[in-house]
C-alpha cells in the first residue's frame, strides 16, 4: 500500500470516529504526527484524541484549518486587547505550521487567566493556540533566528515534513530475518566524531554525527563505509550539541540528506550556535569548510524537535523515545524500539550520572532494554574523578589565590555546559566574598546561556526556580562582563586588573581561549585551569602534559615560540561525563539490566578496560568495537 | 590515469626491453595476465619474459598472434602426421584464447619425443603451444561440455577477459586511510551458505558464495546486508565445489554480477557439476530455482582458474594465491595480500590438516599472514574423530557383517571428495576379501570421479601413480557398477541381493540416496553408515539422532509415516575437515603464527569454543562474529 492510499484509509477511520462538528478539513502526516485540521479544533476534548491515538497508533496532533486563522498582525493586536495590560506581553510567535501562537509575557498567568478563561478567551477570538510562557531573562539571538527562518520559509518546511511523514509511515513487507545491526562509523575507541549507523533490513538511522576537531586526518566519520549511503537514511538522532556528536549533520544536507533530524528542541539551538561558532573559527583559521550557513539552515528546517519521553515513529518498524543524559542542556539518551516488542537498544549519547548544579542526573529506566551502548570518556581502570565539591572548593582556592598575586586565571571551557556550571561556582564564591574580580565570558558562552534560560524545563528544579526570580538569577550577577569585541579582548588582556577569564574553545583548539592563553602563557602570575576533558591531539592536552614551549604562527605568517610559564592547573570534577565509578554504578542500576553492553566514546585503552570490567563484574556479553565494525545485536 | 593509457605505457615499455624479431603485433589486460601477441613467440624465452615481468610486476603471458595460427582442422592434421602412431593420441582441444592445444595422448612421452624434439617441430608447424596430457582413464561430460562453451564462445569469452584486465588494472588514489574489514554475510556460527564480504577502500571481493540445501529460509547469504552491492564487487573467490561454498555462484551473474570467478581448474568444473546437479534436484522437487543452467554456463565463461602457487592481482590493491587445503580436489585455500606488504588474510576455506587417500595435508605455510579465517566444523570441546585407519576397520567390518546376513548397506555421501575416498576404501578392501558383493554407485559419483582422474596433479603422489598404471586403477575395479537409470535404481532395491550402494546427496536432503533411504529403511537387515557431516535441520542429522519414523509424501500427494528398522551407524573418520585436534595443531603450525583468528564454518557453540580454546592457548585475537557482524582486521 502506497503512502497516500494508507494516508487515505486512515482519513475514513478518524472521519468516522469523530464528532461531525469538529468539520474536518485534511488529514495528513507531518513528520512523526499524524495532524488533523479542522474548522473546529475545541470539540476535540483530550479523551477523543487519546483515543483515536491509541485506536490507530499514531501520534495524533488536531491543529485550526489555516482557513481559520486570524492573521498573525490581527491575532496581536487581539491578543494585546483581551490581556491585562500587567502581563508585560514582550513578543508573541506564530507558527503557521502548528497553528500555535507562543505568547511571552512577565506574568504568564495573567494571560492564562482565572481558570484558564483569558486563554479560552484568546483562542476562541484568533482560533490559534495560545501558548502562554515566561519572557527568558537573557534573549538569545540564535533562537531568535530560527524562529524567523521556520516562520519564513514555513511553506518549504510545511512540504518537509509532509515529505517525511509519508516516509515513516510507508508500508514495509520484511521477508526472512528481522535483524538489527550498528556499524561504528566514528568515536569507537576514540573521542570525537561520533557516529553509528543502525541498521535493520528495512531501516537506515544515524546516532549522532560529530567531527573532531583535533585532528586534520581524523575529522570526519567514516562515510566511505560501504553500507553507508546517505540517500537511504530514515534519520538522524543527536544525543546533544556538543560537535563531537553533531558537528557533521548539516554536511549531511550539503551531501545530499534530506530526511529529518531528530532532537530535543535545546539541542536543535544550541547545535545551531556551535555549528556557527565552527563555520566562523574555521573560516578565520582558513581552513577547508565542510559546509556552509546556509547547510546549517537546511538542517534547522529538517530537525523535528521531540521532547523526553514522548514516544515517536521514526521508520515503519522503529520508535525512538528520548530520556534526560545529564550531560549538557538538553543532551539525550536515545531509546530505540524494534518491531512490535521485538528489541531495544539504548545509546547513551554522553552522560552524568549524578546531579550537577544546572542538571537532574541521567536516566536510567527504561520500558525495555536488551541492548545498552554506552560512552566511556572516564572508563579506565584509574579515572576516578572527585567529587563536584572537592572541585568546586579547589576552583576557588586557585582563583582567590591567583586573584591575590594579582595575576589572571583562564578556564577554557565548553561554551555549552561545562561554561554555566562554572559560572553557578564562581557566582556563588563571588557572593561569599572568596575573591573580588570581574569574570570574562568570551566566546559563545553568553549565547549559550541565554538558550539555557530559554529552556527552564531541562534544567534542574532548584537552578529553574533561581531564574524566575529575577533578583536571584546568578547569570545576570553584576560579577560576569561580557566581552562584545576584539577591542574588549585586548583589554582585558593589556589591563593589569586581575580577572578570571571564561572562554571557548574548551581544548585550546582555536576561538577567543587561544587568543588569551597565547598573551597570558609568559607570565607565571597567571594560571590556567582545565576544567574539562582535553582530547588527544590537541593544544589543551600538550598544555596538561607539561609542554613548555609552544609555537605560534604571527600575523606575518612566521612561527615563533610562547613560553608556558603560567600555572597550570586541571580540575576534573566538573566533567559533564560520568567517571569509572558513575559508570559501572549506572550498569549496576539500570533496569531492566541488558543482555549486551557496546563501549565507545573513549581512548582505545579506556574503552577495552571498561568492557572488560563489565564483562566480569556482570557477566555480560560486552564489546569494544573499532570505527568500521558492525555489530549484530538481534 | 585510464586503464588505456596505463595499457598504452606499458605497450611502450614492453616494446622497448623485447628483441625486435618477435614482432609484437598487441598487448592487452586479460583477466589477471598481461598478454603480449607476437608474430614469433619463440623469440621469448622464459628468461625474457621472467625479467618483463619482473620490472613490470605484471603476470606475462606471450602468445602466438591469431594471424599465424594453424586452423584447428589443418593443425590437428599436422599433429597426427608429425606425431608416431603409438603415442595415440585420443584429442586435440584447441583453446583459441590461450593459443594452446591439448594433446591427450595414450603415451604422452612420445608426443615429447626426445628432449622435446617433436614438440619443437609441432610449434614450428603450426604454431599452437602445445600440451601434451596423458588421456584421463575416465572421460568426463562435464569438462568436455565446458571445454566445448569456452571454444564455441571463444569472443565473448575473451571480451569479458579484457574487461576484467582493464577493472583489474584501473588505477586507484586512496585518500586517507587503507583499511581491510570482513563482512559475515553467511556462514558464521553456522555450516552452510558461506560468503564473506572483504572491503577495502577500493575493493570489494567475495570469499565464496554458498548456500545452504538444509534450511528453506536460511538458504541463501545476507545480500540484503546494506555494504553488499553486486554492481561494486571486484572478484569473487571460490574456495571448494561444495554448494555451501559455491552454490550462489551462478546466482550471482543473474542478479547483475559480471566479474571474475576466481578458483581451482577442477573446483571449476566440480562446481559446474554440482552447480547442475542442485538444479536437476530442485526441479524434481517443484522447489523454486534461484538460477538456471544458463547462468552456470555465464558463470563458467567468467571463470578465471588459477593453480596453487602462483600469485595473481585481482584488483588494483589485492593479490591471491591459493593453496591446496586437502578438503576435496582442487580445494583451497585463499591468501590475499593487500597493498605494498601491508597486510595479509588467509580463508582456510574447509581443510584437512592430514594426508587422505586422496590428498595431501593443507599448506599450513605462508609468506606473511596477519589474520586467518579458519573453519570450524569440527571445533568443539568433544570433536576428536577417530583416525582413518580405524574408521576404515570400522566400515569394512559394517559393511561385511550387513552383506553376511543379506543386507544392503546405503552410504549417503557428497559425491566430490568423501565418495572417491570410500571407493579407494572399499576397492581395497573387495580386494582383501573382506566382502564380496558389488558396490553400486549413484548420483554423480561417477562424473565426479572421471573429473578426479583429469587432474592428478592435485591428487597426492601415491593415487595419482596407481591411476596411471591403468591395470591398478582403483577407480576402474570390476567391483563398481554405475547405476544409470531409475530403472536400475529399481532393480537394486527390489533385488535379494546383498550390496552396498554410495548415493548422493550426503545428508539425505534429496537425490537417490533418499530414494534408497525410503525403500531401505524398513527392513532391519539392511544398515545406513554416515561418514560426512550431517548439518543441522537435514534429514541425515535427525536419522543420526534416533527418529524412529520419517514422514515422507507419496505419489499421491499424501504423506505416510515409514518405519526407520535399518541399522544406522556413524563413521567419523573419513570426514575431509579436520577434528578439532587437527585444527588446533593448524594453529599451532601455521607460519607466519597470526595476530588475529577467526572462527567460521560451526555450529555456534563450536566457533565460540574453538575460539575461546585458541585465545586461551596462544594468547591470540579471536573471534566468532555471527552473520552480518563485519570485523575490521586493519
Known amino acids: 500500500m502506497s503512502a497516500e492510499e494508507i494516508l487515505e484509509n486512515l482519513k475514513k477511520e478518524i472521519i468516522k470516529r469523530s464528532p461531525k ?20 479544533p475545541e470539540v476535540f476534548t483530550n479523551e477523543i484524541v ?126 526472512g530475518d528481522y535483524w538489527i545491526r550498528v556499524s561504528f562509523l566514528g568515536g569507537a575507541r576514540e573521542v570525537g566524531r561520533s557516529c553509528l549507523l543502525v541498521q535493520t533490513p528495512d531501516t537506515r538511522v544515524l546516532l549522532d554525527c560529530g567531527i573532531n576537531v583535533a585532528y586534520d586526518d581524523k575529522t570526519f566519520p567514516h562515510f566511505e563505509a560501504p553500507e553507508f549511503s546517505i540517500e537511504d537514511l530514515d534519520a538522524v538522532i543527536i544525543t546533544h550539541a556538543h560537535l563531537d556528536h553533531c558537528g557533521f549533520v548539516p554536511g549531511l544536507f ?16 544550541l547545535m545551531t550556535l556551535l555549528q556557527k561558532d565552527y563555520l566562523d573559527i574555521a573560516m578565520k583559521e582558513g581552513k577547508p569548510l565542510p559546509y556552509s550557513a546556509k547547510d546549517i539552515k537546511t538542517c534547522v528546517k529538517h530537525t523535528i524537535p521531540i521532547d523526553y519521553g514522548v514516544t515517536t515513529d521514526i521508520s515503519p518498524t522503529i520508535k525512538l523515545t528520548l ?25 547513551t549519547g554522553d552522560i552524568k550520572f549524578e546531579p550537577s548544579r544546572l542538571l537532574e542526573p541521567a536516566v536510567c529506566q527504561f520500558p525495555r532494554l536488551e541492548t545498552l551502548i554506552i560512552e566511556s570518556t572516564y572508563g579506565g581502570y584509574d579515572d576516578v574523578l572527585p567529587s563536584r565539591e572537592e572541585a568546586e572548593r579547589e576552583l576557588l582556592k586557585v582563583v582567590s589565590e591567583t586573584i591575590d598575586k594579582n595575576g589572571k586565571v583562564l578556564i577554557p571551557v565548553f561554551g555549552v555546559g561545562r561554561a554555566q556550571e562554572l559560572m553557578l561556582v564562581l557566582e556563588e564564591g563571588y557572593n561569599q ?40 538569577n546568578p547569570f545576570l550577577s553584576d560579577v560576569f562582563k561580557r566581552v562584545g569585541s576584539t577591542n574588549e579582548r585586548r583589554n582585558i588582556i593589556d589591563s593589569d586588573e586581575p580577572c578570571i577569564i571564561l572562554a571557548t574553545s574548551g581544548m585550546l583548539t582555536g576561538g577567543p581561549s587561544l587568543e588569551y592563553f597565547k598573551n597570558l602563557a609568559p607570565d607565571e602570575k597567571n594560571a590556567i585551569i582545565f576544567v574539562g576533558y582535553q582530547a588527544e591531539g590537541t593544544l589543551g592536552r600538550k598544555i596538561q602534559r607539561g609542554w613548555k614551549e609552544i609555537p605560534i604562527v604571527t600575523r606575518n605568517g612566521k612561527t615563533k615560540s610562547i613560553p608556558v610559564n603560567l600555572s597550570v592547573y586541571t580540575i576534573e570534577g566538573f566533567s559533564g561525563h560520568s567517571d569509572r565509578k558513575q559508570l559501572i554504578k549506572y550498569i549496576r542500576k539500570v533496569k531492566p539490566s ?3 553492553v557496546i563501549m565507545v566514546h573513549g581512548e582505545e585503552s579506556k574503552c577495552i578496560d571498561f568492557s572488560e570490567t563489565v564483562r566480569r563484574l556482570f557477566k555480560k556479553q560486552t564489546y569494544a568495537p573499532n570505527n568500521l565494525d558492525a555489530i549484530r545485536v538481534k
Open 21 to 40: 462538528e469538529a468539520k474536518i478539513i485534511d488529514v495528513q502526516f507531518e513528520g512523526p504526527e499524524l495532524v488533523i485540521y479542522v474548522k473546529n
Open 50 to 175: 487519546k483515543k483515536l491515538a491509541k485506536d490507530l497508533r499514531k501520534r495524533i496532533s488536531v491543529r485550526p484549518d489555516p482557513s481559520v486563522l486570524l492573521e498573525p498582525e490581527l491575532a496581536k493586536k487581539k491578543i494585546l486587547e483581551i490581556v491585562p495590560e500587567d502581563a508585560g506581553i514582550v513578543n508573541c510567535v506564530f507558527d503557521p505550521n502548528t497553528g500555535e501562537v507562543i505568547i511571552e509575557s512577565k506574568k504568564p498567568g495573567l494571560v492564562i487567566g482565572k481558570e484558564g478563561k483569558t486563554l479560552e478567551e484568546i483562542k476562541k477570538a484568533i482560533k490559534w493556540a495560545p501558548k502562554p510562557v515566561r519572557v527568558p531573562p537573557i534573549q538569545s539571538e540564535t533562537i531568535k533566528a530560527i524562529r524567523a527562518t521556520l516562520y519564513r520559509e514555513r511553506d518549504e518546511v510545511k512540504e518537509i515534513l509532509r515529505r517525511i511523514g509519508r516516509r515513516i509511515h510507508r508500508d514495509v513487507v520484511i521477508k
Open 254 to 269: 550539503r551531501y545530499g540528506y534530506d530526511g529529518p533530524v531528530y532532537c530535543t528542541r535545546p539541542t536543535r539551538d
Open 323 to 347: 530520556h534526560n543524559a545529564g550531560h549538557v542542556l538538553g543532551s539525550a539518551i536515545a531509546h530505540l524500539h524494534f518491531g512490535e516488542g521485538l528489541y531495544n537498544l539504548a545509546y
Open 433 to 472: 566574598g572568596i575573591f573580588n574580580a570581574p569574570v570574562y565570558l568570551d566566546g559563545m558562552i553568553w549565547e549559550a546561556t541565554a538558550i539555557h534560560t530559554a529552556y527552564p524545563e531541562y534544567l534542574s528544579k532548584e537552578i529553574r526556580q533561581k531564574i524566575f526570580h529575577e533578583g536571584d
Open 594 to 596: 541488558p543482555e549486551k
